[in-house]
């Protein structure tokens, strides 16, 4: 494949590697050497105080951040702001375009998108969430009908999510499903766990930490809690409805921590009140052995075998998460390994890279 020039713009809500973006940071740090090893040229705008991943330019761009879309209201309004990171980190890639082949949104925010026909670059937007702000969709839409936008979603159930993506091609059109990845060196195999159970998201209202809780409690068993508090008052109410159970918080925590407490678990709760893209903690848990009990939607419901590596309940139904976690501690661990396996970091690059040949100018 040639060497393509690729710039990647962050999402504006915090620097690259403060936990603020949620797993997409876990992927741009991962995709960024793989892609810069296989001979391409990786730069990336993000807001300043971010991590450099080996082999790529970072782009500090000074900035207040936007609030996120995961905890916003669909019927929010979108307000330009002089001196907001979303408009300096766009406004930077304009002044870089000419250096590169490709440039990658990797933000659900109206601006990127309404600005894309403005580039003389191809601009394609990879959105990491499903829909949630009505005003964004719609510039969305205005850009895809009118031709000249192209797309890369993690699963067919985000696709789903945006009402004028349903009835679109998943294959050989404009839009790309990357799914996601996972470094399996990293997160390694544990065959014998301990008796606890596992959480991992960032601790806000749409993750569902209380219905992990509800579970921990009925069935008496220790819960690590591991992520980056981004609602305080959440936080607390989830912390004050504990009665009895034990919570143990451990942080946001890097890799090699995480994989202690996924190989250490017995079970992995994903609880989400929302449909999830992907499903990180999925991929990771699944790589050091530990079974996902998940609600059966969004990204989850396609990485997780039912009765294989894992069980899927009923949306809100923690009757049936408490009788998933009991079959998850018959399932084969080395099932769960064997499926993470299928999700590496090397094909989720493929995927991206072939995404990226598909909209650079060829020649």
Known sequence: MDRIRILM???????????EAGGVETFLMNLAPIL??????????????????????????????SPSATRADRAARYHALTGGVLENMWEQALGLEREYDAITGVSYDWLPYYLTPFFRTPVGHWITIGSAIDEVDRIIEKRWRSGGLTLALHTSAQCRTFSFLRDEPLTGGRIHLLYGGVDTRVFEYRAEPENRLCWAARISPEKGLEDAV????????????????????????????????????????????????????????????????????????LACGTPVVAYDQGGPAEIVEHGTSGMLAAQGDIAGLIAGVKAAFQLDRKAARARAEQFSFERMADRFEAWMASIAPKG
């Open 214 to 285: 509800a579970v921990a409690r009925a069935l008496r068993m220790p819960l690590d809690v591991c992520g980056k508090i981004q609602d305080e008052g959440y936080w607390n109410a989830v912390m004050g409805g504990v009665h009895g159970a034990e919570i143990v918080y451990h942080g946001f925590l890097g890799p090699a921590q995480l994989r202690q407490r996924y190989g250490g678990a017995r079970a992995m709760l994903m609880t989400p009140k929302w449909t999830e893209a992907f499903g990180n903690t999925a991929i990771e848990s």
């Open 36 to 65: 810069a090893g296989r001979g391409h040229r990786v730069g990336i705008v993000a807001p300043e105080g971010s991590l450099v991943p080996p082999g790529a330019a970072v782009y500090q761009v000074e900035g207040n951040a």
């Open 9 to 19: 713009v962050m999402p504006p809500v915090g620097p690259l590697g403060s936990g």
